[in-house]
């Protein structure tokens, strides 16, 4: 009573400390951002329970994304039952929290269960009540039940030391917590038969609990009472049989387990428990805040929920550990972290959605024992995840629907029938005014552990059985002198003995009554007017097309652009929303400074109106401007080239040819035409290009030539220049050159006198070589028919020389002449 009284007390001293806050956050100036009077949903704290910790703003055991604005504040007191399983559970408890609004995004709370009660329909499902101080009824009898235990451990060595071991029905003696060094108990053996040696016990004795065995990582190990997977909880036998032996008890047999579990089974929320009904009171306390992200007024909203929940009782003692078999709670030593994330948006005025992704980080349950301080079980983490609706249909109704799920994760002792719940909740809330309610709603357990839940489950396992050496066992065989044998069990399906659950159902109720800051009536939304439009161009006038330019005198605009200043007023200071109406082109920019982009319009008149938006559309006062697009008075824009004509570098030989090339440069070129006229020669070939090639005479030696061109296809308009010309000369005509002169010499010197003259010939390759020969006849022949031989004989090209018979010599001796013939020279006389 003195423990209950002390919880009672510092409750109600932390909520008379949150009450203080929110009276004193009232007294402050008035919060401008009030719920609207116009929005049906009320707020009002969760119940939690079953998982969730209630407390926070949310539905029955959902948190939405709303918070208690600044000052108000929420007492809590709810009544929920829900079944778990493995034990087809049923729990019932009580609630209560307190919530205050610190700030409008950020509210604090409080929750702790005034009241527990656990109701276990199938206690031989729960490990917790084949402990030495528990009693389960088993083929319809009232005793300690069958288990798998890890072996005890002596002070010798024994060959079931530590061991997965079967230990029968009523063989365990009563032990109190905490256990160690109580019996383990007989072990099915007859009187006057000792089990210790099995175990590393002297002859003679049996043997006891052990000092538990700590491991770096989970539950410590319980020789004598534990599980072989660790933790205080052992597995469970659901189903014996006997060889060998008569009656109920097997006289002068041996019983051996047919359907078991080598891992334990135990309720996460109630581990320890081994009453059928048990009962308990503030024994779990949570204290945590929520705080809003966005603004409150959005119409979605995120929060994340942090809160540290903590027990009352723990294993560190009898009385503590008394507690937790009664159900009062799991016990962990740290108390736990829990984290949700929460989102909910208002798709319609009376339809809300509500999400939760949560996580809880859930400590182990450590005890004193002695040889110091265990952990008797390692709890698993929880991983939550729910989603709500609700429809608040009007102020005083709030239908609500929920589904939601909790998985364990993490780290933890292995549970044989772990159930990881899936749950519907639906109901309503009622509210006779916005700051006090009730809710009531029906849950339900859908993936209970009934008998179709085991369709797809395969069980199996092995422990080692004691018996007396040369009794029967198993199989019809006898006891081997080690004083065990093997068995094992495998099972498809629900296990035979198991019992399952048939109660699904649950429901809740809820009180709650608080304070709400006053709703904010509606205000009347004066309208926002544009009181000025100012345009920086009303005529516009389009530039010139490409090659065109304004006639003189003109001003046209190269630039379509149109800049626009807006000035507007709302009496009520909203925030405005700039809107522009144009008849052509488009706004660029938003504001009350925009560039209107009038380009690519044909002319004409184009209107522009400005209107602002303070909430309730273009309620206000318009502005409308015209700009007039004009087309520009263009001329065609005059680009002359520049003509010039170039002739050859040096002069021409007579009869050559000459080139002459003309060069627009700049201006507009595109259809220009060519016309040449020459002076003298011959245009040979390029009439009509830039370039032509004139052939010039023999006669022409000496003059000059002038090319003229006559450039067409420019504009008439313009009178652009259109002629050119260029002179270049004609060289005079040249003289025949004589080389070399010589008579009568030895064959061989006239052959060295050729080779000069071939030499000379092919540095001058566009002359001609040209002999004259003088003597008799016969001598001009003999010398024609040596010169013929060596130019055959160099290979020399033979139309480039011309032989000619001079006749008599004047001196009456043979003599030849040797001449090279520039073009156009003339030939010697003879």
Same mark, same amino acid.
Request: hydrophobic share 35%.
């Given at each position: 009573m003195m423990k209950l009284a002390y919880r009672v007390f510092i409750s109600s001293l932390f909520c008379l400390a949150l009450a203080a806050v929110a009276f004193a956050q009232s007294t402050a100036t008035a919060d401008p951002s009030k719920r609207s009077g116009k929005d049906d949903r009320n707020t009002a704290p969760t119940i939690g329970t079953g998982g969730a910790m209630g407390g926070p703003t949310g539905l029955f055991t959902v948190y939405d994304g709303q918070t208690l604005r600044r000052g108000e504040y929420t007492f809590s007191a709810a009544y929920s039952n829900f079944d778990r399983d493995p034990g087809n559970a049923d729990f019932t408890e009580v609630p209560l %929290?307190?919530?205050?609004?610190?700030?409008?995004n950020i509210e604090l709370f409080f929750n702790t269960d005034g009241y527990r009660a656990v109701k276990v329909n199938s206690p031989s499902n729960l490990s917790a009540f084949y402990l030495p101080n528990s009693r389960v009824r088993f083929n319809g009898?009232?005793?300690?039940?069958?288990?798998?235990?890890?072996?005890?451990?002596?002070?010798?060595?024994?060959?079931?030391?530590?061991?997965?071991?079967?230990?029968?029905?009523?063989?365990?003696?009563?032990?109190?917590?905490?256990?160690?060094?109580?019996?383990?108990?007989?072990?099915?053996?007859?009187?006057?038969?000792?089990?210790?040696?099995?175990?590393?016990?002297?002859?003679?004795?049996?043997?006891?609990?052990?000092?538990?065995?700590?491991?770096?990582?989970?539950?410590?190990?319980?020789?004598?009472?534990?599980?072989?997977?660790?933790?205080?909880?052992?597995?469970?036998?659901?189903?014996?049989?006997?060889?060998?032996?008569?009656?109920?008890?097997?006289?002068?047999?041996?019983?051996?387990?047919?359907?078991?579990?080598?891992?334990?089974?135990?309720?996460?929320?109630?581990?320890?428990?081994?009453?059928?009904?048990?009962?308990?009171?503030?024994?779990?306390?949570?204290?945590?805040?929520?705080?809003?992200?966005?603004?409150?007024?959005?119409?979605?909203?995120?929060?994340?929920?942090?809160?540290?929940?903590?027990?009352?009782?723990?294993?560190?003692?009898?009385?503590?550990?008394?507690?937790?078999?009664?159900?009062?709670?799991?016990?962990?030593?740290?108390?736990?972290?829990?984290?949700?994330?929460?989102?909910?948006?208002?798709?319609?005025?009376?339809?809300?959605?509500?999400?939760?992704?949560?996580?809880?980080?859930?400590?182990?349950?450590?005890?004193?024992?002695?040889?110091?301080?265990?952990?008797?079980?390692?709890?698993?983490?929880?991983?939550?995840?729910?989603?709500?609706?609700?429809f608040p249909v009007n102020k005083y109704f709030q239908p609500i629907g929920e589904f939601r799920h909790i998985r364990y994760v993490g780290g933890r002792t292995p549970n044989a029938f772990e159930n990881n719940p899936y749950e519907g909740l639906i109901g309503a809330r009622i509210f006779p005014a916005r700051w006090f309610g009730f809710s009531f709603g029906y849950r339900y357990h859908f993936n209970q552990q009934d008998r179709d839940s085991f369709?797809?489950?395969?069980?199996?396992?092995?422990?080692?059985?004691?018996?007396?050496?040369?009794?029967?066992?198993?199989?019809?065989?006898?006891?081997?002198?080690?004083?065990?044998?093997?068995?094992?069990?495998?099972?498809?399906?629900?296990?035979?003995?198991?019992?399952?659950?048939?109660?699904?159902?649950?429901?809740?109720?809820?009180?709650?009554?608080?304070?709400?800051?006053?709703?904010?009536?509606?205000?009347?939304?004066?309208?926002?007017?544009?009181?000025?439009?100012?345009?920086?161009?009303?005529?516009?006038?389009?530039?010139?097309?490409?090659?065109?330019?304004?006639?003189?005198?003109?001003?046209?605009?190269?630039?379509?652009?149109?800049?626009?200043?807006?000035?507007?007023?709302?009496?009520?200071?909203?925030?405005?929303?700039?809107?522009?109406?144009? %008849?052509?082109?488009r706004i660029v920019g938003s504001g009350s400074n925009v560039t209107w982009d009038l380009s690519g319009l044909q002319p004409g008149t184009y209107t522009i109106t400005a209107g602002v938006d303070d909430g309730c559309g273009l309620c206000g006062k318009t502005q409308t401007k015209t700009v007039t697009v004009e087309a520009c008075d263009c001329v065609v824009r005059c680009s002359c080239p520049t003509l010039s004509v170039s002739g050859p570098a040096g002069i021409t030989s007579p009869g050559e040819t000459m080139t002459f090339t003309a060069t627009a440069a700049g201006g507009t070129q595109a259809n220009i035409t060519y016309n040449w006229s020459v002076s003298a020669g011959t245009i040979e070939s390029g009439q009509g290009t830039p370039s032509i090639t004139v052939r010039t005479t023999r006669d022409m030696a000496g003059s000059s030539v002038t090319a003229t061109v006559e450039i067409g296809g420019l504009d008439p308009a313009c009178n652009c220049p259109r002629t050119a010309s260029e002179t270049a000369g004609v060289a005079p005509k040249p003289d025949a050159v004589m080389i070399d002169e010589f008579g009568k010499l030895p064959n061989d010197d006239i052959r060295g006198r050729l080779d000069i003259f071939f030499a000379e010939l092919s540095n001058n390759p566009g002359n001609q070589g040209y002999i004259i020969n003088y003597g008799t006849p016969k001598e001009i022949a003999a010398r024609e028919k040596l010169i013929t031989n060596h130019i055959n004989f160099r290979k020399f090209d033979r139309s480039r020389i011309t032989i000619v018979n001079g006749g008599a010599s004047p001196d009456g001796t043979v003599r030849t002449k040797l001449y090279r013939i520039p073009p156009g020279a003339d030939t010697p006389s003879r």
């Open positions: %929290s307190f919530q205050v609004g610190v700030t409008n009898v009232l005793t300690s039940g069958p288990a798998i235990i890890l072996g005890p451990s002596g002070p010798g060595n024994g060959p079931l030391e530590l061991a997965s071991v079967f230990r029968p029905a009523g063989t365990a003696p009563f032990v109190q917590f905490p256990y160690v060094n109580g019996s383990a108990g007989n072990f099915g053996f007859p009187p006057g038969f000792f089990s210790g040696p099995l175990f590393g016990y002297p002859a003679g004795t049996f043997p006891l609990i052990s000092t538990p065995i700590a491991n770096s990582n989970g539950a410590a190990n319980f020789p004598g009472l534990g599980s072989i997977y660790g933790s205080i909880l052992p597995g469970i036998v659901f189903q014996t049989a006997c060889f060998g032996g008569t009656g109920s008890n097997c006289a002068g047999g041996t019983v051996y387990p047919t359907v078991f579990t080598a891992a334990p089974s135990y309720l996460p929320d109630a581990p320890f428990i081994n009453r059928t009904y048990g009962e308990s009171s503030f024994s779990t306390f949570t204290a945590g805040g929520k705080i809003r992200f966005n603004n409150v007024n959005d119409w979605w909203g995120v929060a994340l929920v942090a809160a540290y929940r903590f027990y009352g009782d723990s294993a560190s003692d009898f009385g503590g550990f008394n507690q937790l078999q009664r159900g009062a709670s799991p016990g962990g030593n740290r108390g736990d972290i829990l984290i949700t994330g929460a989102f909910d948006g208002r798709v319609r005025k009376w339809w809300n959605i509500a999400a939760n992704v949560g996580y809880h980080w859930n400590s182990s349950v450590k005890g004193d024992f002695p040889g110091g301080t265990f952990t008797l079980l390692d709890r698993p983490d929880e991983l939550l995840l729910s989603v709500g609706t609700d369709d797809d489950d395969k069980f199996t396992a092995s422990a080692l059985v004691p018996c007396t050496p040369g009794g029967p066992t198993q199989g019809g065989g006898s006891c081997p002198q080690s004083g065990f044998f093997v068995s094992r069990s495998t099972v498809d399906g629900i296990p035979n003995g198991f019992a399952p659950s048939s109660d699904p159902h649950g429901f809740l109720f809820q009180a709650f009554i608080g304070r709400r800051n006053k709703r904010q009536n509606e205000i009347e939304n004066k309208p926002a007017d544009v009181t000025a439009l100012t345009l920086s161009d009303e005529v516009i006038k389009l530039g010139c097309p490409a090659g065109q330019v304004p006639r003189e005198g003109q001003s046209c605009n190269e630039s379509t652009s149109v800049q626009v200043n807006t000035t507007a007023v709302d009496p009520e200071n909203d925030v405005l929303t700039y809107n522009y109406t144009v %008849s052509g082109g």
